[in-house]
């Protein structure tokens, strides 16, 4: 079975920019979460989407916003890029049940430079 | 979120057992432990979770002292391939959302 898979690999930004970051979970799974990684750090929560709702929200400002289509897809969209947005952005996505508390499948991110 | 606190870097020797350290003394009861880890260039990958009892896969065992302020991930035998980021993490029953801090870097020493 395929993995989650993140479109694109890497993308470089101009500052005040628009970008629009992609996932496809693995199949027959629900829920998709969004991650940040700076460079040396954890990756940081942004958003979780389940059946197409928002399930919860990281401490980010209103730039980034995410939704989450039919086919459990999803996007991540930034406006106004900052310098400071330049990180790998990670999906994760949880299988159904009770396997969701604690499994998280993650891809393998995007690397988002933003100059 | 409750914290946790590791060490920033181990060292061991290939083919030999790792101890991978975590304290949470402020850990509430309906936490649960998790570990994930990131090998370079990938995503965090899930290893091993308990609530209160020793757990074991394919992978790792998870040891969780008896007050559950501390765990120790254990890998019975390192390889090469096990060198990543090792994150200990506390994830309250039906959060899904994963807390991550800075890890542990593992590196193995052939």
């Known amino acids: 079975d395929a993995g989650v898979t993140q479109s694109p690999t890497h993308l470089i930004k101009t500052r005040g920019q628009h970008v629009t970051l992609r996932c496809s979970p693995i199949?027959?799974?629900?829920?998709v979460s969004w991650y940040q990684q700076v460079l040396g750090q954890g990756p940081q929560f942004i958003f979780q989407?389940?059946?197409?709702?928002?399930?919860g929200r990281g401490n980010f400002p209103d730039r980034f916003s995410a939704r989450q289509f039919p086919n459990y897809s999803s996007e991540l969209n930034v406006n106004a890029l900052l310098l400071g947005d330049s990180a790998l952005y990670l999906c994760?996505?949880?299988?159904?049940?009770?396997?969701?508390?604690?499994?998280?499948?993650f891809g393998p991110g995007t690397r988002l430079t933003v100059t | 979120d409750a914290k946790t606190t590791q060490p920033n870097s181990m060292e061991s020797n290939e083919e030999e057992p790792v101890h991978l350290p975590c304290n949470h003394s402020?850990?509430?009861?309906?936490?649960?432990i998790h570990w994930y880890r990131q090998l370079p260039s990938q995503g965090p990958e899930y290893v091993i979770h308990g609530l209160t009892s020793n757990v074991n896969n394919r992978m790792a065992s998870l040891a969780i002292a008896e007050d559950r302020k501390s765990s120790t991930l254990i890998l019975h035998r390192a390889t090469l391939r096990d060198a990543a980021v090792y994150y200990c993490i506390l994830r309250n029953f039906g959060n899904e959302k994963l807390t991550f801090g800075t890890g542990t870097r593992l590196t193995i020493i052939p």
């Open positions: 989407y389940y059946e197409k709702e928002e399930r």
């Open positions: 994760a996505s949880s299988p159904p049940g009770t396997r969701s508390l604690y499994e998280q499948y």
């Open positions: 199949s027959g799974h629900k829920s």
């Open positions: 402020t850990i509430s009861g309906t936490d649960y």
